[in-house]
């Protein structure tokens, strides 16, 4: 079956710190990967979308960034965390039509 | 600039009433539209989702949904709310040839007993 792995499910963190939020799929090859951040009061923005290994486009300029090492895991990382970082972050990927969202890690930056 | 609006924030409903939440978005073309549900704790899951066909969608839960293509309308129904269907509700658009989901900002549900 089709799944995919998210972690941690929570994170605090301190301003400054690195960021790396990792996610697998299984059971699905070469699917489209996104990394979504949810905000309070702000919904669900995209923040990057990827359709191959190594191919990354990013939605909103910040100071994340995202990665493809293989073609099922999606990493998303930071150098140096802001306290706007702060939020909730949902992996999902897709193949046509069909959209599968990952249970969310809470970021808390302190 | 391509969004997605979801007119109510926040919405109270007494057991048994109706629902109706807004959804209207600006892209031009081909769309495929959504309605996204997540109860507290949990996983964003699928309500309903059109892509061609009866404009009329019939979703999990009892939930339903009308796709208006001269309103830019995808606007969500239920005749009689639960309890259990407190939560918040999100609509989602992919437009044409895009790859990603493009989210309204959500709406909060509440359903007292």
């Known amino acids: 079956s089709q799944t995919i792995h998210q972690w941690p499910a929570t994170l605090v963190q301190p301003v400054g710190s690195p960021l790396s939020l990792e996610c697998t799929v299984e059971?699905?090859?070469?699917?489209?990967l996104y990394w979504y951040r949810q905000a309070a009061g702000r919904g669900l923005q995209l923040l990057f979308y990827?359709?191959?290994?190594?191919?990354i486009s990013s939605e909103v300029p910040q100071n994340l960034s995202a990665s493809r090492p293989q073609d099922r895991q999606f990493i998303l990382s930071s150098k140096k965390l802001l306290l706007s970082d702060s939020g909730f972050y949902l992996c999902?990927?897709?193949?046509?039509?069909?959209?599968?969202f990952g249970s969310g890690t809470r970021l808390t930056v302190v | 600039a391509q969004s997605v609006s979801q007119h109510n924030h926040h919405v109270i409903l007494s057991e048994a009433a109706s629902l109706e939440l807004g959804c209207n978005y600006s892209?031009?073309?081909?769309?495929?539209l959504f309605w996204y549900v997540q109860y507290p704790g949990q996983h964003l899951q699928l309500l309903l989702k059109?892509?061609?066909?009866?404009?009329l969608v019939k979703g999990i839960k009892g939930f339903e949904a009308e796709f208006i293509k001269s309103k830019f309308s995808f606007n969500l129904r239920k005749p009689s709310v639960q309890w259990s269907d407190t939560a918040e509700y999100f609509c989602?658009?992919?437009?044409?040839?895009?790859?990603?989901?493009?989210f309204g900002k959500g709406t909060s549900l509440l359903v007292t007993p």
């Open positions: 999902a990927w897709s193949v046509p039509g069909i959209y599968t």
């Open positions: 059971g699905t090859s070469n699917p489209n």
């Open positions: 990827s359709v191959g290994i190594g191919q």
């Open positions: 892209y031009g073309g081909t769309v495929n």
């Open positions: 059109y892509f061609s066909g009866d404009p």
């Open positions: 989602a658009v992919n437009a044409g040839s895009g790859y990603a989901l493009n």
